[in-house]
């Protein structure tokens, strides 16, 4: 395997630990984590969500007292402005790689997207 | 955005396309498409694998008679050289992807690794 390659995911990655975003997200999180009701909050937040999505793509029915919970759970997380900040920090690193995927995979597209057939 | 982040991934993405891994899967998928009977059997056994990939996703039955479709179409495949060596080099690429990925997406995981109650 080209070692070329590889020293370019690691320059990527470097520079990934130095963006706002991710030094952003990191802050946010010891924050969060540094006080214990925020830091139960915020585990009970995403422990229902997983939950949810496990459930989601598992095909598994979700009942309605689930859902109410996680709603309730999320009402008073949106309260709470470090968890609050930590969640879009969150979305903003996710958006972020999923912007590098699409950047990294887009020569497969141009293999597979050009053919037709598929 | 940093430019300096998106330049690293272009940076990435170049080194990629030149990588064994993408122009070997280039080459030997024009192989296959140049080649109306082999390009017709790649497509089938393309389209039953999504399909059979959905379901599972979905969470939706799969039937005996599926999976024996599939596995036959498997085996016709396995036969064809050229189609076995696609499938070969697309599971290289989609290794390769997948190790960018980890490196990538590890400082995350330091993050959120790094601290009890999840």
Same mark, same amino acid.
């Given at each position: 395997?080209?070692?070329?390659? %590889?020293?370019?995911?690691?320059? !990527?990655?470097?520079? %990934?630990? #130095?963006? @706002?975003?991710? =030094?952003?997200? #990191?802050? /946010?999180?010891? *924050?969060?984590?540094?006080?214990?009701?925020?830091?139960?909050?915020?585990?009970? %937040?995403?422990? /229902?969500?997983?939950? !949810?999505?496990?459930?989601?793509?598992? $095909?598994?029915?979700?009942?309605?007292? *689930?859902?109410?919970?996680?709603? #309730? =759970?999320?009402?008073?997380?949106?309260?709470? *402005?470090?968890?609050? #900040? /930590?969640? *879009?920090? @969150?979305?903003?690193?996710?958006? /972020?790689?999923?912007?590098?995927?699409?950047?990294?995979?887009?020569?497969?597209?141009?293999?597979? $997207?050009? %053919?037709? $057939?598929?």
């Amino acid at each position: 395997m080209a070692v070329n390659l %590889f020293n370019k995911v690691y320059d !990527l990655e470097k520079e %990934f630990r #130095k963006s @706002d975003e991710y =030094t952003s997200l #990191k802050r /946010l999180f010891t *924050e969060v984590n540094a006080d214990p009701a925020t830091k139960q909050l915020f585990n009970k %937040f995403n422990n /229902l969500q997983i939950e !949810l999505q496990q459930k989601q793509m598992m $095909g598994q029915k979700i009942m309605q007292q *689930e859902v109410e919970a996680f709603q #309730k =759970t999320a009402a008073v997380v949106q309260q709470n *402005e470090k968890i609050a #900040k /930590l969640v *879009e920090a @969150d979305q903003r690193v996710n958006m /972020l790689i999923m912007e590098f995927n699409k950047i990294i995979t887009k020569p497969l597209e141009e293999i597979y $997207g050009s %053919f037709e $057939g598929r």
